[in-house]
């Protein structure tokens, strides 16, 4: 039987992971919002789960099999969400 994920938490705030992704957020937000059209949807999402994927990584201290797990995803998928495209 599968066990229930729960997001990961230590009750900090000002977390300087989070603050490094949310800006990594911000800035491709802005990216896309200041293009002289939108982004087709697939590409923004691409992005997205990238830049999450990397910052899980990196809580999880860069252990990729740990982070597939926070992520709830097998860990040949983890490895395209990070792949360059």
């Not at 059209?37 to 201290?61: D, M, N, S």
Request: hydrophobic share 35%; aromatic share 8%; charged share 35%.
């Amino acid at each position: 039987m599968a066990r229930a994920h729960k997001p990961h938490s230590d009750g900090r705030r000002g977390d300087r992971g989070e603050a490094a992704f949310r800006a990594t957020l911000e800035a491709l937000i802005d990216e896309l919002t200041s293009a002289r059209r939108p982004w087709p949807l697939k590409k923004a999402r691409h992005l997205f789960e990238r830049a999450y994927t990397q910052y899980v990584i990196r809580r999880a201290g860069s252990d990729r099999h740990t982070a597939a797990s926070q992520l709830d995803i097998g860990f040949s998928t983890l490895k395209e969400k990070i792949r360059a495209r």
